[in-house]
């Protein structure tokens, strides 16, 4: 059975729930992002849930990208 998805097998198959938990879907500047939280409070874009290709040409949206805590709406 084949499985077609963007996500990695790691995303999908995450080896402790854990890991699972520190990614949440939140909007940002009225994106979809799919992000990571990190220690600190801020958090890391994994990746940006858009339909429009010129989203992607936005440089504060490629993937690593560090949002700070204090600025999410969520």
Known sequence: M????PLSYEDMYPV???????YQC???KN???LMEKLDNGDMRLVQLLSTDPNDFLL???SPG???K??????
């Open 65 to 67: 990208s560090i949002i």
């Open 31 to 33: 994106k979809q992002c």
């Open 26 to 28: 939140i909007t940002y």
């Open 16 to 22: 402790e729930v854990s890991e699972h938990q520190k």
């Open 69 to 74: 805590g204090n600025s999410i709406i969520s």
């Open 2 to 5: 084949m499985h077609y998805t």
């Open 59 to 61: 440089a504060e949206f």
